[in-house]
Antibody, heavy 112, light 107 residues
Framework: EVLLQQSGAELVRPGSSVKISCKAS????????MHWVKQRPEQGLVWIGR????????VYAEKFKSKATLTADKSSNTAYMQLSSLTSEDTATYFC?????WGQGVMVTVSS | DIQMTQSPASLSASLEEIVTITCKAS??????LSWYQQKPGKSPQLLIY???SLADGVPSRFSGSRSGTQYSLKISRPQVDDSGIYYC?????????FGAGTKLELK
């Protein structure tokens, strides 16, 4: 069974950074891209980007190129996304996904 | 970027109806199109992939089709549990893009 287990909710200050994780199990981690998706409260889904865990190559949507940094650790089958210079616009739930399988989401709240 | 125009934004349907949701791609996407259902507070769940293939465990009342660059999700005789928000996703080229979503209410 494929499982994508994400880290817990985060409450962070404006201007700071946060790093969230997504631990994969039930499949060969390096065989599939890992994608990240943003969902603001009561809004739709937005694709942030993807990483190839086999070689670390990344592709980002234009609006997230200076906001998100995707990495992957093959030794622990874990993908990470760091979000920087956080503002209230970054308050959202962030999902990792293989497209067919999804993590449970991480709620990131940016507030002083 | 490929735009996915999804309609309707919301609909209310009875249990005896056939529900159809559509997504029109701004260019050809070679059937790299999937459909998801999302319930409040939950992750999206895959229903259909490659435009017409039913995901494992998804009831056969769900089906997908294509006409040109317009893709459709059909729910035949929907059940109360089918309420939720439905999204399409094109994975033909980056950046991947979602439709805006369709909120389905069963009455």
């Amino acid at each position: 069974e494929v499982l994508l287990q994400q880290s817990g909710a985060e409450l962070v200050r404006p201007g700071s950074s946060v790093k969230i994780s997504c631990k994969a199990s039930g499949y060969t981690f390096t065989d599939y891209y890992m994608h990240w998706v943003k969902q603001r409260p009561e809004q739709g889904l937005v694709w942030i980007g993807r990483i190839n865990p086999a070689n670390g190559n990344t592709v980002y949507a234009e609006k997230f190129k200076s906001k998100a940094t995707l990495t992957a650790d093959k030794s622990s089958n874990t993908a990470y996304m760091q979000l920087s210079s956080l503002t209230s616009e970054d308050t959202a739930t962030y999902f990792c996904t293989r497209i067919g399988d999804w993590g449970q989401g991480v709620m990131v709240t940016v507030s002083s | 970027d490929i735009q996915m125009t999804q309609s309707p934004a919301s609909l209310s349907a009875s249990l005896e109806e056939i529900v159809t949701i559509t997504c029109k791609a701004s260019q050809g996407i070679d059937d790299y199109l999937s459909w998801y259902q999302q319930k409040p507070g939950k992750s999206p769940q895959l229903l259909i992939y490659d435009a017409t293939s039913l995901a494992d465990g998804v009831p056969s009342r769900f089906s997908g089709s294509r006409s040109g660059t317009q893709y459709s999700l059909k729910i035949s005789r929907p059940q109360v549990d089918d309420s939720g928000i439905y999204y399409c996703l094109q994975s033909y080229s980056t950046p991947y893009t979602f439709g805006a979503g369709t909120k389905l209410e069963l009455k």
